[in-house]
């Protein structure tokens, strides 16, 4: 099974771009199988699905954050990385990567990273 | 924006039975997608621990099951041990035109 690791700064300032890479490991980003996945988790609340990548590029995003959200893969780095514009403080959240099966019929998310938290403020 | 609806707390002494139920509705659930339950011990990030409703990826312990009935699902952890404290999360597909990866409010499970 694949490895993630997310990584990135740690802070951001209000109205910035977030920016957050997720290094793949023990597998390769190309291996077809994978929708590669942002999730994240606000301080003290549930789970929300940010949107995911297939190695070819095409994306799929969380209509309410679509606006602002930008995820890429570069396949020679084995990476995929987010970026999420106009922060406020809601967007202060643990940042998770994972995997999710490129199979329209399974749609659960395993392996995850072990999650980066990211704090927007002045 | 949590659509499917967990209790926030269950508790039980080691040895006991407890469940925790996932209510969705009928552009989830009750549209027949399966259902998916991750453990989140404290500090940690999630980590599946039932797929398609009633599956366990190997290394589960067979202590822990799921079930489905129509709008709504329920995980079971029989003979519940100290280890087990954590938060568990459902999550499912929902086919509306809203997110379509959808998340339970997550339950905090406590051995007494």
């Known amino acids: 099974q694949v490895q993630l690791q997310e990584s990135g700064p740690g802070l951001v300032k209000p109205s910035q771009t977030l920016s957050l890479t997720c290094i793949v490991s023990?597998?390769?980003?190309?291996?077809?199988?994978?929708?590669w996945s942002w999730i994240r988790q606000q301080p003290g609340k549930g789970l929300e699905w940010i949107g995911y990548?297939?190695?070819?590029?095409?994306?799929y995003y969380n209509p309410s954050l679509k606006s602002r959200v930008t995820i890429s893969v570069d396949t020679s780095k084995n990476q995929f990385s987010l970026r999420l514009s106009s922060v406020t403080a809601a967007d202060t959240a643990v940042y998770y990567c994972?995997?999710?099966?490129?199979?329209?019929?399974?749609?659960?998310?395993?392996?995850w990273g072990q999650g980066a938290l990211v704090t927007v403020s002045s | 924006q949590s659509v499917l609806t967990q209790p926030p707390s269950v508790s039980g002494a080691p040895g006991q039975r407890v469940t925790i139920s996932c209510t969705g509705g009928?552009?989830?659930?009750?549209?027949?997608?399966?259902v998916h339950w991750y453990q989140q011990l404290p500090g940690t990030s999630p980590k599946l621990l039932i797929y398609?409703?009633?599956n366990r990826p190997s290394g589960v312990p067979d202590r822990f099951s799921g079930s489905k009935s129509g709008t709504s699902a329920s995980l079971a952890i029989i003979g519940l041990q100290a280890e087990d404290e954590a938060d568990y999360y459902c999550?499912?597909?929902?086919?509306?035109?809203?997110?379509?990866?959808?998340f339970g409010t997550g339950t905090k499970v406590t051995v007494l």
């Open positions: 990548i297939y190695y070819t590029g095409s994306t």
């Open positions: 999550q499912s597909y929902d086919n509306s035109l809203s997110v379509q990866y959808v």
């Open positions: 009928a552009s989830n659930i009750g549209a027949g997608f399966e």
């Open positions: 398609d409703s009633s």
């Open positions: 023990g597998g390769s980003i190309s291996r077809g199988g994978d929708y």
């Open positions: 994972a995997s999710k099966p490129f199979n329209n019929h399974r749609h659960w998310f395993d392996p």
